[in-house]
């Protein structure tokens, strides 16, 4: 499938003798924000670990912008362009929020130990590059204020809107969201949806699991529904809804 | 290598292996029910023979024995109690540590009330020169009461466990705290118990294998590392595998001296550790999970 | 910049100890104050390791003794039996030290909690046994009669009396580098990857921080560190004697770092100068082992921060 920015073909995963992701597959085009949804147990958390790096799926493969990631580490699975926020949020509690978001660009910057050991002679300009950078995302997703504040002391709101910029911070072409309104009230979850369409305005492209309907229907411009590790629909929000399988597994079949 | 030149090894590393043995069961049994590494537990061998040499001077051998075995018991209680059991769910590594100064504390402690000198137990049997042939080999009484000792103990300890309401509350204790405590179990009384019956477990056992291989203020480091090797190589928490994995390191230790230049046998429960640490941290026996 | 308020802070103090001692006359005292140093060393690598990437290490004297050893070996037995030039025992040294390091580090930094606490505690013994064992460390008697080395610009590092101003100076300035590195890695991109490794590691991972790679080269480094100190050291005292290789000796440097402040380089410097001077003019007389033990039972129970800094690796999560 040409213009796909990320493809996954034919992905099985078993955890004991559990079949969690049963050949599944879809593809993401550049540019949209796409939804993964499904019931509990569905399957979601998984193929979204698969996809983030943090295991190798049992078979199958993922193509992302024309490279082979199946089986890559989580750190060169961002090297590749792709960001990630998990579902409990995984701010470094003993650093302040700039340094949080600094973190983030790390693959975008390049000294390493020896020019660390010899000082800011030698590092001075890329560090400036990297924290003026960081404070333009802070800016960018309303929080500056917030800069030199400790991560581990901000409310759980403010949180998630750091783990936000830090993943942000990498200018990813892809972005892998891991239930970001979870644990928010309806007005965060608002804030947080305006924010995340801000960003596909922005070019980048964002592939989203989430339970919380309003978010989905709202902002997605695909949606991919898995249960039982199954991939059952694939579409536009309103096609989804439509869709008689979606609800059965939703709302459980009639027996009638 | 003769047939008596290989039971000979047999027998030395048998008896030093079951030294190891009771070690690394202290060390389970205090992980188990407290999920703390007791770097100290070899101090409480040492503290075994010290106490009961000095009080053998003025009492007979088996009352000595006792009391230096009861008193060794009460001062991993205070162990317990005063550096341990308020501390609000510490991390692992920071336990490690402190049990470490611990040990550091009472082999210091040991060397200001006794000496650094080497003592010894008088031979619970017979004395130094008295052997026994066994099986065409010549041993010393005393290897067959440290082994009686050591087999006793673990005897004990596995009724205990499997027979005993208190033993069975242990085990409950060590399998998952809040549920036992939610059963009524009270858990905080277990772990001073656990922590009293591995330190007289180690007393006795110090001071079984004294007449043989001496007591010194400063035999507690070595012996806590090797008996860490047996836990870890029978799969920490797991009592009686620990028993085949102390066997196992002593006649390994002892073979060695075959191969190896005297000077080098302690090297060899130390590599058999890290052997065990990088490519099997759950044992021989343990299971995946039980080692993350 | 307030960052390197401690580097400038020593550089005075070590000055300014100097300049007093000269006009009490008790340069004696220099001795073991240059001897601190490169104790202070260890401890400063150390403190990198455990404050910033989050490891612990119970054998890191062994690398102090590697790094001792290598030269001491090279500038005697070696020397007599072929010749090179005197100073190239020094990084040869810093090279054995760091090869050993890499070595143990790729399997031993995969360990986590209580295993690797053992795992660093039985290579510091081995290294130790293996010392005692051979012939050509000299067993218990260690190795005497180590040459002092020229350095350039007319220093040479040797314990000879007269050169002691010289040789105090040339041990702090090491000290001071030493601080003045891990200041300059710690505000670095470097060092926020080892904090965020600390932090949490799946997320550092995550950030495209490869962790496995950075802890080993911390590891690496706070190994150099060590070497370094070994092997100065050596030429200090003539010589080196096994004892530096024992459990009591890392168990030492861990009780400086914590009672320093693993995050803080600056206080582990501080509390490791005057700790290990008095430790060397005998001020805790037959104690001074249980001066130790008491410290680090004392600070992981009450202060697991540290006096002077901040450690979350030892709060109370897994």
Known sequence: MSGALLEVQGLHHWFGGLHVINDVSFACRPGIVKGIIGPNGAGKTTLFNIVAGAFAPFSGWITFDGRGLTGLPPHQVAACGISRTFQATRLFPRMTVLENVMVGMHARARHGFLAGLAGPLFTRREEARVREACRNVLDLLGIGDLAGRGAGDLPFGRQRVVELARALAAQPKLLLLDEPACGLNPRETEEMSALISSIRARGATVLVVEHDMSLVMGICDEVLVLSSGRRIAEGTPREIQANAEVVSVYLGADDA | ?292 | MKRYAPVLLLAAVVVAVQLLLGAVKSEFLLTQLTMSAYYTLVALGLCLLMGYAGQVSLGHAGFFAIGGYTTAVLSTAAAAAFSFAPWLSLPAAVAATAVVAFVIGVPVLRLRGHYLAMATLAFGFIVSRVILGTALFGQADGISDVPGIRLFAGLVLTGKRNLRVQNYYIAWTLVTVGLLFAVNLIGSRVGRALRAIHGNEEAAAAMGIDVGRYKLAVFVLSAVYAGVGGACLVHFNAGIGPGEAGVMKSVRYVALVAAGGMGSPGGTVAVSAVLTFLSLRGAFGLYDDAVFGALLVGIMLFAPDGLFGLVPALRGRR
């Open chain 2, 1 to 292: 290598m003769g047939a008596d030149q290989l039971l000979q090894y047999l027998l030395s590393g048998v008896t030093t292996g079951s030294v190891y043995a009771i070690v690394g069961i202290g060390f389970n049994i205090i992980y188990s029910s407290t999920g703390i590494i007791n770097f100290a537990q070899g101090e409480f061998l040492m503290l075994g023979g010290m106490i009961s040499v000095s009080l053998s001077h003025s009492m007979p051998l088996a009352a000595a024995i006792a009391i230096a075995v009861i008193v060794t018991g009460l001062v991993g209680v205070l162990l317990q109690l005063a550096f341990i059991s308020w501390l609000k769910n510490p991390a692992v590594l920071r336990m490690i540590i402190i049990t470490i100064g611990l040990s550091i504390l009472v082999r210091e402690a040991s060397l200001h009330i006794w000496d650094e000198k080497v003592r010894a137990l008088p031979f619970w049997s017979g004395n130094e020169t008295s052997s026994l042939a066994v099986l065409g080999a010549r041993i010393s009484p005393q290897v067959l009461w440290v082994l009686g000792v050591s087999a006793l103990m673990v005897g004990a300890l596995t009724l205990f466990f499997r027979h005993t309401l208190t033993g069975r509350a242990m085990r409950a204790c060590a399998s998952n705290a809040t549920a036992a405590r939610l059963c009524g179990i009270r858990t905080s009384s277990l772990v001073t118990l656990s922590f009293f019956i591995a330190a007289a477990m180690g007393a006795l056992a110090g001071c079984a294998v004294s007449p043989l291989t001496q007591t010194q203020y400063d035999m507690g480091t070595s012996l806590a590392v090797k008996g860490f090797t047996c836990a870890v190589l029978g799969g920490l928490g797991n009592v009686t595998a620990a028993v085949a994995a102390g066997l196992l390191v002593g006649v390994l230790e002892a073979a060695s001296i075959s191969v190896l230049p005297l000077a080098y046998k302690d090297v060899v429960a130390l590599a058999i550790m890290l052997a065990i640490l990088f490519f099997r941290p759950e044992g021989l026996f343990g299971s995946r999970a039980a080692s993350e």
